[in-house]
């Protein structure tokens, strides 16, 4: 039961207009009209035809009423890419170096956002942020060991959304932050998380002579984790791919797509989370080979913008912790460049495993009914300001990848510089499948970018939102609170709550100053009222929530435990210094040390470390 649509005619073979329209091949442009993606055949449209084949099923009454099964089959099927540490230091976006044919061929099918942003530099609230649709100013969670149901225990997650309408919802890899204390989120999913392993390391020299390093601990779950060393920062080996997590998720993908092809009466919802380029930079060999390190300079500009409050850079903690690393001072050029290169070679490394799976997307004849999105969950800093990893509100930590290749939505190769973040990207997803507009039980702060996605020189929003925690001496946790706009962005450093007059204020001019050399906001204050007051029509922002920490009104023998192994001198109390010692997440601990110490007297007594502050009224 086959019709040909050529030059606008429809040409029947033995079967009734309403047969012909229930299945058909359809041939058309690449400027096919967004309802044609949900199934509306636009005879106008396919007059200006060149020579592409799709299967298109009406999902509304063209010659007659569609059933339950052309239905479902018309919906588009997701393909969600998240990368873990990816910058947009890629072919698309301009970088030289890199090599990134994958990700630029996917960007060469569908919509380059030039300005988008996390909303928090750092894995767990930006993955929430996603999953969610709300900021963490919102959900009351900055770190990395809260689960977001702590907070909103009956959101619904896109992927449940999705759910809800029909598909299958699946997810391999790293989409929410799994480990230290958190998990896959097992509601989010039709079937059991695929999570690869989490070995890091195939050569033995890089274990530091250990069976499990932390970071293989920390995303196992393992209760020992803090007492185990890092290992290497980076490694290169010569194996195969699918020797490290990033090519075993590949080959899961491609797995899990040629089933979705066996199976089409259900759409699926398919969330890919590369491991790589986080830490440490493990890629095989013949990825470092495409990268020479002496070719690679050193940022010049290694000091913190002047003027900067002194808590705003991070002490990027993460990267210390590896055993090739100093603990204090600056890197000497040499490990700087090989640094370097290793995130080249692990993005390169990430973006084969892409290739791959876009490939047998391809292969398969499903890319013409698949919204295809790659998000990069914040930046990384790569030396410039002297810093490392993310943890910050500067522009290299929270400025993100976003391409969007929805079919029928987006021109091939188009870009836009309309501002775009993370909790954007929800309401977007639900509008390019067709979905209802999302009634949840949580609040989505995003905005669709589907307007943009037709016009893409269209703006979206006068500025992004994100956010960093911080410890200020004699203050204790407070938030910078960020808004981004086209041209400036401004950081409001104070406790949530506090009064306004305890603000400290950051303000960078990028039209003048893109890389952030100066802070202005003690020579612009009539420009840090106008943009203060993008962040005051804002909700207040939440503290870090302490409900999970909430049900230790008991002892816990295994925190008990810990403070003995703390308490090096045994004086039954643990200084500040004693309790950062050896901390999984050093740029997290202090506001940890903050919120344990319920009098505030600068020590941590047993039962505040034990109950985590929130010590049990007799």
Partial sequence: MLARVERGEVRERGHSARSVASCCIVEFTRGLQPNAFLGRICFVNLLRCSTLVIVVVCT??????????????????????????????????????IVSPNIDR??????????????????????????????????????????????????????????????????????????????????????????????????????ARQGLTREEALFANQTNAAKLPRGAAYESADVPDNAYPDGKIAEEAIRRLQSAKANPAQPFFLAVGFLKPHLPFCAPKKYWDLYRRESFEVPALRLPPQGAPKYAPSGWGELRQYTDIPQTGPLDDEKARTLIRGYHAAVSYMDAQLGRVLGELDR????????????????????????????????????????????????????????????????????????????????????????????????????????????????????????????????????????????????????????????????????????????????????QITAARATAAKPNPNRAALFARKDTNADGKLTREEFLANQPDPDQAPQRFERFDANKDGILSRDEFIHMGLIPKP
């Fill in 60 to 97: 509304t009454p063209l010659f007659g009423a569609a059933t339950a099964a052309e239905s479902s089959r018309s919906k588009p099927n997701v393909l969600l890419v998240c990368v873990d540490d990816l910058k947009p230091l890629l072919g698309c976006y301009g970088a030289k170096r």
């Fill in 106 to 207: 996917l960007a060469s099918r569908g919509l380059l956002f030039e300005r988008a942003y996390c909303n928090q530099a750092v894995c767990a609230p930006s993955r929430n942020a996603l999953m969610t649709g709300m900021r963490p100013t919102t959900l009351g969670i900055y770190d990395l060991g809260t689960n977001f149901r702590v907070a909103a225990s009956n959101a619904v997650t896109l992927s449940q959304y999705f759910m809800r309408h029909g598909y299958r919802a699946e997810a391999l890899g790293k989409i929410f932050h799994v480990g230290h204390g958190n998990f896959n989120d097992a509601a989010s999913w039709s079937v059991p998380h695929f999570g690869g392993n989490s070995i890091a390391y195939v050569l033995p020299e890089s274990r």
């Fill in 364 to 543: 398969l004849g499903l890319t013409s009914n698949t919204i295809v999105v790659l998000w990069g969950d914040h930046g990384w800093h790569l030396g410039d300001h002297g810093l490392w990893c993310k943890h910050t509100n500067y522009e290299q930590a929270t400025r993100i990848p976003l391409i969007i290749s929805a079919p029928g939505f987006t021109k091939p190769g188009s870009r836009t510089g309309a501002l775009a973040e993370t909790v954007d990207i929800y309401p977007t997803l639900c509008e390019l499948a067709g979905l209802p507009a999302p009634n949840n039980p949580q609040p989505l702060e995003g905005k669709s970018l589907v307007p943009v996605l037709k016009k893409p020189s269209r703006a979206s929003k006068e500025a992004v939102f994100h956010v960093y925690p911080r410890s200020r001496p004699g203050d204790g946790a407070i938030l910078g609170r960020a808004a981004r706009t086209d041209r400036y962005r401004l950081v409001e450093w104070k406790k949530p709550g506090a009064p306004a007059g305890t603000a400290e204020f950051e303000l960078y001019d990028y039209k003048k100053d893109r890389l952030e050399t100066k802070n202005l906001a003690a020579e612009e204050p009539k420009l840090v009222k106008k943009l203060h007051a993008l962040l005051l029509a804002q909700p207040e922002a939440k503290p």
